[in-house]
C-alpha cells in the first residue's frame, strides 16, 4: 500500500501556522512578502521569518514549502534569488513554484521544487517534462478524479521519478476558495484595477453582482439570485475515500487568506477524515459531522468541484460567508497563571457570560476553542463580565498578552 496521504494547510500567519500545526497537519505552505498568489493580504511572512518557520515545522516534524509562483520580471530575478538563498539555508523543505526562473535557480541552489497549479498541468507528458526539475506536481483543479487516476496509475506504471530518485508526488486540492478562471489566470483585476491577479493583487471581481446592459437600447437586467462569476467553495470531505483511491499523494486546502480558527477548524476535520478512511473508520455519519463543523466557518456554500465530472462551475448566490457562526471580538489576554491553568483578559467590546463559546488567537497560541464553565472578575465568582472589566476563566493552553479573545456566536 501507498504511504499515508499527506494533509498539507495554508498558513498566512502566525497564528494560522501554529493552528495548523496543532490540528495536525503534515506540512504547510506560505508566502513572504509580495512574491506569491496573496500578495495583497495583510497576514503575510517576511524574508526575516524563514529562519523560525522552518525551525518550527522540523520540531513538529511537518514539511514546510515557501510559495514562489506568482508571474516574475526581470527587475524581481534579483530579490527571488535571495528569497530562494534564504530559504536554503533557513532549511524550508521546498519552493512551490509556475516560472521558470524560479524553478531553474532553486534547482541550482539544490532546493527542492513543487510544480504549482498555475502551470495547469493536466496530462502525463506535461508531468514528464517537469520530473525533471520537480519531485511534486499540483494538477490543474479542472481535472475529473478519473482523469487525476489515469496520471497517477501511468507514473507508477512507468516510474516516473522526479530529481530525487522517487516516484513523483500528485497533488491536488481538496477544500476551499475556486476561482473562475482555469488555473487561477484571470486579469479582470488588471484590467479594471490595474491589480494583477497574476502578481498576487486580485482585487476579486468576480465576487461581486453584476448588470447585464443591452447595447442595441439600453436596456440593464440585474443579475438575481446568482452571482455568476463567484463559485462555491471546494469540499471533499464526502467524497474524500474517491479522491485517495484515485491514488495522489498531497491533499492541499486554500486558506492562506484565511484567519486561524478557519485553518484549525478544516484541518482538524480533514486530519479526522483521513485517519478514519485508513482505519477503515470513514462512513457518512461521520461525514455528516465534519460538514456541520466546516459549515461553521467562512465558506461561500459547497460543490465537489470538477472532480465527479461537472463541466460548469457551480456558483454562490450571496457576496460573502455563509459560515453558520461568526466571531465577535471582546478583548485581549493580560495574563497567565500556569499552576491552576487560569487565563485572564482585559472585556473591550460586548461582554461575556457563562456558557458562552470562546475563541482565542494568538502568533503562538494559534487558535483555541473552549466553552466557559466559570468565569471570575475582580469581586469573585461572576455569571457575566462587561465591557472595561478584567476578567478570568480556566484554560489549558497557555495565553500571550497579545492574543485575542472572541465570543462566537451563531449567525
Not at 115 to 143: G, P
Request: hydrophobic fraction near 40%; glycine fraction near 6%.
Amino acid at each position: 500500500m501507498k504511504k499515508k496521504i499527506e494533509l498539507m494547510a495554508p498558513a498566512g500567519s502566525h497564528e494560522a501556522l501554529i493552528a495548523a500545526i496543532n490540528a495536525g497537519c503534515d506540512s504547510v505552505y506560505f508566502g513572504v512578502e509580495q512574491f506569491n498568489m496573496r500578495a495583497r493580504a495583510t497576514m503575510n511572512f517576511t524574508i526575516d521569518d524563514l529562519d523560525y518557520i522552518a525551525n518550527l515545522c522540523n520540531e513538529h516534524t511537518v514539511r514546510s514549502y515557501l510559495t514562489l509562483n506568482t508571474i516574475i520580471y526581470d527587475h524581481d530575478l534579483s530579490a527571488i534569488k535571495t528569497v530562494l538563498d534564504r530559504a536554503k539555508k533557513a532549511g524550508i523543505t521546498a519552493v512551490i513554484a509556475s516560472d521558470q526562473a524560479v524553478i531553474a535557480y532553486a534547482r541550482t541552489i539544490q532546493l527542492e521544487v513543487h510544480i504549482s497549479t498555475q502551470v495547469n498541468i493536466t496530462n502525463i507528458e506535461t508531468v514528464k517534462f517537469y520530473a525533471l526539475f520537480a519531485d511534486t506536481v499540483v494538477l490543474s483543479r479542472e481535472l475529473s478524479l478519473s482523469q487525476i487516476k489515469t496520471i497517477c496509475d501511468l507514473i507508477e506504471k512507468e516510474n516516473i521519478c522526479g530529481p530525487s530518485g522517487k516516484p513523483i508526488e500528485v497533488e491536488i486540492f481538496v477544500h476551499g476558495a475556486l476561482c473562475m478562471a482555469v488555473s487561477g489566470k484571470c486579469y479582470l483585476s488588471l484590467h479594471t484595477a490595474n491589480a494583477s491577479a497574476n502578481r498576487g493583487a486580485c482585487v476579486q471581481n468576480c465576487r461581486r453582482s453584476y448588470t447585464v446592459i443591452d447595447n442595441e437600447d439600453g436596456h440593464e437586467l440585474a443579475i438575481e439570485n446568482e452571482y455568476i462569476m463567484s463559485a462555491q467553495d471546494l469540499c471533499t470531505i464526502d467524497i474524500l475515500d474517491k479522491v485517495i483511491e484515485s491514488g495522489i499523494t498531497v491533499m492541499k486546502i486554500e486558506g492562506r487568506g484565511k484567519g486561524a480558527d478557519y485553518v484549525k477548524t478544516v484541518v482538524e476535520c480533514y486530519r479526522a477524515a483521513i485517519d478514519a478512511y485508513y482505519s477503515g473508520n470513514y462512513n457518512q455519519e461521520k461525514v455528516k459531522e465534519w460538514m456541520e463543523r466546516l459549515q461553521r466557518v467562512y465558506n461561500r456554500g459547497f460543490w465537489n468541484g470538477y472532480y465527479l465530472g461537472q463541466e460548469l462551475g457551480k456558483w454562490t448566490d450571496s457576496p460573502g460567508s455563509k459560515a453558520t457562526t461568526k466571531k465577535i471580538y471582546l478583548g485581549k489576554g493580560t495574563n497567565y497563571f500556569d499552576k491552576i491553568k487560569v487565563a485572564e483578559f482585559k472585556i473591550e467590546a460586548f461582554d461575556l457570560k457563562v456558557g458562552d463559546q470562546v475563541l482565542i488567537t494568538g502568533p503562538t497560541t494559534g487558535a483555541v476553542e473552549t466553552q466557559v464553565t466559570e468565569l471570575h472578575n475582580n469581586t469573585g465568582k461572576v455569571d457575566s463580565v462587561k465591557k472595561g472589566e478584567n476578567c478570568a476563566f480556566k484554560l489549558e493552553v497557555p495565553i500571550r498578552s497579545s492574543d485575542k479573545l472572541y465570543k462566537i456566536v451563531n449567525t
